[in-house]
Each structure stands twice: as structure tokens, then as C-alpha cells.
């Protein structure tokens, strides 16, 4: 009796764990392509589990209730021509992505972290308030491909590398 009680709570916690493939993220199939390449990061960080990163990157979860999804429909939505919106979609398509597919690795094995979604982020909405948001897209396009072939170190991505902090003049307080 213990032992179908106990197969019973493992195959319905099992069941609990799968979700459905949003359809409004890049195919299961990709992502699980480009797990299957790097075998030193399948020996820390299962499939299921990496997949659920890439899920998390895109819809979110509990401790952020953001996601690519929508961050992209909230900037797409401060661009007004029609043609730069379509742009900017498929710009924001391939870099989340690119992007997603390496975060959701363990953190030893990744070329993107989430300092660099943070910074990213940020860079993101700063260009929407400047009018400049598919000049910053093309700049994060440039940094992500340059991060993942390996031209690029993840310490090289700095805070203010897409729109320096003005510095405040401090003559009055002296």
C-alpha cells in the first residue's frame, strides 16, 4: 500500500511540474537544442529545469511578475511608427532569444547573467524616454552576439555603457 501511495505522489508531482509551451515564446524544440550542446552545463542544471529559466525569462514568476513578453509589448507600445514597431519586434524576438536561451543556464556556465538583464533593462527604458529605442536595440543586438561568440566579456557590459549617468556639478556645495 506504501508503495503505490508513494508512486501515486511521485507521478503527480511529476504531472505538476510539466506546463504546457507558452505559445507565445520561441519553440520548446530551440531551447532544447541548445541545451543539448553544452554538456558541461547539463551536468549541474537539468532539462526541466533549464526550460523552466527560459519560461521564467519570458512570463515571469513569483518573485518578478515581469517577463520578455511583456517587456516587449510595453516597449514596442512607446514607439509610434508602424514600420520602427515592426522592427523593433523582430528585433526584441531575436535578442530575447539569443538572450534566454544562455541565461537560463547554472551561473557557472552562462555569458549572460541577470546583471545584464537588469542593465539591459534599464538601457531599455531610457531609450524609449530619448526616442532612441531602436538605436539601443541594435547596441544590445551588437552586445549579446559579442557576449555569446565570446568577443565580448561579461564584465564588459557596464551600467552606464548605453547612456552615461550625467554627472552633476557640485561646485555650490563646495
Not at 86 to 112: C, F, M, P, T
Request: glycine share 4%; net charge negative.
Amino acid at each position: 500500500m506504501k508503495i503505490v501511495f508513494l508512486s501515486l505522489v511521485c507521478l503527480l508531482s511529476a504531472c505538476a511540474q510539466v506546463k504546457e509551451w507558452p505559445a507565445s515564446i520561441p519553440s520548446e524544440t530551440y531551447f532544447v537544442n541548445y541545451y543539448q550542446q553544452d554538456t558541461s552545463n547539463q551536468e549541474v542544471l537539468s532539462k526541466e529545469d533549464y526550460l523552466m529559466w527560459v519560461q521564467r525569462f519570458y512570463v515571469g514568476w513569483e518573485l518578478y511578475h515581469g517577463g520578455w513578453v511583456k517587456i516587449t509589448q510595453n516597449f514596442v507600445d512607446t514607439i509610434d511608427d508602424q514600420q520602427a514597431k515592426d522592427q523593433a519586434l523582430s528585433k526584441l524576438a531575436e535578442i530575447g532569444r539569443l538572450v534566454s536561451a544562455e541565461w537560463a543556464k547554472h551561473q557557472n556556465y552562462r555569458a549572460i547573467n541577470t546583471r545584464h538583464l537588469s542593465i539591459w533593462g534599464m538601457a531599455l527604458s531610457e531609450s524609449a524616454l530619448r526616442e532612441d529605442q531602436l538605436n539601443q536595440l541594435n547596441r544590445m543586438q551588437h552586445d549579446v552576439e559579442a557576449l555569446l561568440a565570446g568577443s565580448m566579456q561579461p564584465d564588459d557590459i557596464k551600467e552606464d555603457q548605453y547612456y552615461p549617468v550625467e554627472k552633476v556639478d557640485n561646485d555650490m556645495f563646495d
